[in-house]
């Protein structure tokens, strides 16, 4: 087998591990939280990301400033919030996606290569805006009897809770780090595969 | 004459402290020795750091067990053992009253005194600490990843559960043994027939690998003399077990002189190995009797008391080779057993001398049958073919020894007020240091084990008179911190403890801090009347009980009010604590309850009785502060007048909880 399709089939596996690894990590660190809470998202689902009991943790948390729930499986069985259709949506992308890659590299050819991945790119592109616009909707979808209601001294405004897309933000007692968990970094390596598969297979051609 | 008296006098003190310091020397400690020695930068631990030791002190009299940091001598936290506990609901709260059942029914309170933490191959592995209590004979034991007592049980035809509560190597056994002799079983008889008729009744309870849970093996009827102290044998002795004796002379009044007698009474030297074997070859005799075996169930979050009928007794004349007496100066408190197992010290008490046995030589005086005549048909060894060296008024009044592992013994001496080093080998004193004052027990960590940890040196006192701020005439007893990692003992810290801080054992804190236990799991809580969400939540009438299945989360309680509940009527409170975070616990308090608040761990649940004698509106609110809103954690119960007709309801925010 040429090299080209290893390389192909490797790409829809690691896309395909996403199913296994968070992409992205949301960590809080408080006085009272030395030990931090955090937030693993995943294609699918939440899950704690430090400690045990975190997404409830973080919940319970929250509801002081008038957050809306997670959309944690726990919390949608319970009925305390709408199940988040990007759960649903990123699986059958995920799946769909990998399963080409595998085609695509039996196939082996670098046209198609170079397709599946600005199809990748422009999902990722896609995702990413996604999940910042969700961030702003669940930072500033605040409940009106909020026990704590905060405005922002400079605009006079409520104040919104949104984390950082990416990096650092001081949220009231809460210092907030966003950053890419080892799923995201699985996913570059998969769009990095399947390039290196296209430049690799034109060079194979040429030979 | 006056020369003569003065030169007498000097004589007299020179003999008690023949290796007394220097003046100057006494001085380290106070406020000169502690600037000198950099004493204030060894036992400073900077904000938000960690200690590098637990002690568990015991509180004596106050019946429980005290966690403290060494070498900053804070206190972190009081296990509740033995005595009921107000602050946390221990004892109060349905579900740990019967760890305090016992034969002669409730009892409230307990004098707790030796802790000593399990042993893995001879090293404190930190699983469990094991403590006794005194006046009522029991055992308990307490898991040290949740710090709190699992487990109560009572020692039957025992009385001054003194000698107790020692582990073995491998924690096979803790060994409980009497301080009083006692009719065996008890009965009925006049207290001056009690030579010859009492008995001293040594037991030993099994202690299971995985669960730790208790069971007394074998119960062996020993003279009826007091059997003070004890220590396990080690290593190369480690199928023994030590005791030592005191009023040989079986006096039943006036001990202090009746008891006083004979020049040596005997440290007993026990092969438990041997007796293991009989029994397990279906040896010894099962007695009647009645103790109480509570235990604490951590799915069920609560405490069973059963009653136990009958105890296996074992009398040393069936198992010849195993019960041995070494002829031990004067009274011997202290029974301590060094890291090599090789030596054997009893602390002559009422004779100001080390009498040092050797293991070695006892083995060969048994083998060569040196004996000298017996006591109740157990041989006596003769004294010099097991004794290896006395050292001779190395102070006044020694109780206790413990070791480091250079071969060196500190030995508390009560009444002279000090602390010495000896080496065990010389039989010579290194060093010695006073105490404020009349030390009773000292603990190095793992100093009673074969691998004691050089550091650290704690010497606890009874009496503090000028030590710190006066509180009027009862004042604080105090342990006092040495570092013994050079040749002389050099203090550190005084600090106050609880109660009698009557013995103590240390550990490494790493051996136990990563295991500590954070939160109990919601989804493992078993507890029959637990709530998993506020869904569950209810209130249930059964005749004039009335079930009230409560939920606590940040910052309600569901239901927070209550209507129906009627004068005459008997309300359980059920709380479970919802949370799943650490450091999170709520409590709870009910107006005019004739009982403790509770204190509720995160995933826990527990009941509180409440018995309304008033018509009212009757407030009940959480008492730890939890959170931001710890204030509005306040619920209301309606409790109208007998008979009347108010109809039983709950609701949360004006509808029943979950609906």
Known sequence: MKKSKILMVLAGLFLGSLFFFPIWKITLIAPQYPEPLGLNIHINRLSDGVQFYDVNNIDLLNHYIGMAHLPSKENVIKGNVEPLLEFIIFPIVVSVMSVLALIVGFIGKPKLYLIWLIIMVILGIAGLYDFYRWLFIYGHNLDLNAILKITDPVTGLPMGYQPPFFGYKKILNFEVYSFPAIGAYLMASSMLLSFLAFFISKKEIKN | ?659
């Not at chain 2, 004892?91 to 409230?108: A, C, D, R, V, W």
């Not at chain 2, 025992?158 to 190597?169: D, P």
């Not at chain 2, 040196?370 to 003769?382: N, Q, S, V």
């Not at chain 2, 008179?465 to 911190?481: F, H, I, M, N």
Request: hydrophobic residues 35%.
């Open chain 2, 1 to 659: 004459m006056k020369t003569i008296v003065k030169l007498a006098f000097a004589f007299i003190l020179a003999s008690f402290f023949g290796c007394a310091p220097t003046g100057s020397d006494k001085d380290k400690g106070t406020s000169k020795g502690a600037l000198s020695g950099n004493a204030a930068e060894k036992v400073y631990v900077a904000p938000g750091e960690y200690d590098s030791h637990y002690a568990f002190i015991s509180g004596g009299f106050s019946g429980q067990l005290s966690v403290y940091g060494l070498p900053s001598g804070r206190l972190f936290r009081v296990i509740p053992v033995f005595s009921q506990d107000p602050e946390k609901g221990y004892g109060y709260n349905e579900e740990t009253k019967p760890m305090l059942n016992t034969s002669h029914g409730f009892i409230p309170w307990g004098d707790a005194h030796h802790p000593d933490i399990s042993q893995t191959n001879g090293s404190l592995d930190g699983r469990w600490v094991f403590i006794n209590e005194n006046n009522t004979p029991r055992i308990a034991r307490i898991s040290l990843e949740t710090f709190e007592t699992e487990e109560i049980i009572e020692i039957p035809n025992s009385a001054g559960n003194h000698s107790s509560a020692y582990v073995t190597e491998n924690t096979e056994y803790v060994v409980a043994g009497t301080r009083f002799a006692v009719p065996f079983p008890q009965k009925d008889m006049p207290i001056s027939e009690m030579k010859g008729n009492f008995k001293g009744a040594l037991s030993f309870l099994k202690v299971d690998k995985e669960s730790g849970d208790m069971n007394i093996s074998f119960q062996i009827s020993m003279p009826g003399f007091d059997y003070d102290k004890c220590h396990p044998g080690r290593d190369k002795s480690h199928d023994w077990f030590f005791f030592t004796t005191y009023n040989t002379e079986e006096a039943n009044s006036l001990l202090e002189v009746n008891a006083s007698q004979n020049d040596k009474d005997f440290i007993a030297a026990i092969n438990w190995k041997k007796i293991e074997e009989y029994v397990a070859n279906g040896g010894g005799t099962k007695q009647p009797t009645n103790y109480a075996h509570n235990k604490w169930d951590n799915d069920k979050h609560t405490a069973t008391s059963v009653m136990v009928k009958e105890v296996l007794v074992v009398d040393p004349k069936d198992v010849p080779g195993a019960f041995y007496f070494l002829p031990t100066a004067k009274s011997p408190h202290g029974c301590d057993v060094d890291p090599t197992g090789e030596y054997i010290i009893g602390s002559g008490k009422l004779a100001a001398a080390m009498t040092v046995h050797s293991f070695s030589k006892m083995i060969k005086a048994i083998e060569a049958k040196a004996f000298d005549g017996d006591a109740y048909g157990i041989p006596i060894l003769k004294f010099e073919a097991v004794n290896y060296g006395v050292l001779e008024q190395p102070g006044l009044g020694p109780l206790h020894t413990e070791f480091d592992s250079r071969g060196n013994a500190y030995t508390t001496f009560f009444i002279s007020s000090e602390v010495v080093k000896w080496n065990v080998k010389d039989l010579k004193v290194i060093d010695r240091h006073p105490v404020y004052y009349s030390v009773g027990h000292l603990m190095i960590p793992g100093g009673n084990s074969r691998t004691p940890d050089d550091k650290y040196l704690i010497a606890m006192n009874k009496i503090t008179k000028d030590r710190y701020l006066p509180t009027g005439p009862e004042v604080c007893q105090s342990a006092q911190l040495f570092d013994i990692s050079g040749d002389k003992l050099e203090l550190l810290l005084d600090f106050p403890t609880i109660g009698e801080p009557h013995y103590a054992a240390g550990i490494a804190a790493d051996k136990i801090s990563s295991k500590s236990k954070k939160i109990y799991k919601l989804e493992e809580n078993k507890h029959p009347y637990a709530v998993k969400s506020e869904a569950e939540t209810k209130v249930v009438r059964n005749g004039n009980e009335v079930h009230v299945y409560m939920s606590m989360i940040r910052s309600h309680f569901s239901p927070d009010n209550i209507e129906g509940v009627k004068v005459g009527d008997k309300v359980f409170f059920h709380i479970t604590n919802l949370e799943q975070d650490y450091d999170v616990p709520h409590g709870f308090a009910m107006i005019g309850a004739n009982t403790s608040e509770m204190l509720i761990m995160p995933g826990r649940t527990a009941t509180s009785i409440w018995e309304p004698k008033q018509v009212g509106i009757w407030p009940m609110y959480c008492t730890d502060f939890c959170s931001a809103l710890h204030q509005e954690m306040q619920g209301y119960v309606r409790v109208s007048a007998k008979g009347s007709n108010t109809p039983l309801t709950y609701t949360l925010d004006g509808d029943i909880p979950g609906q």
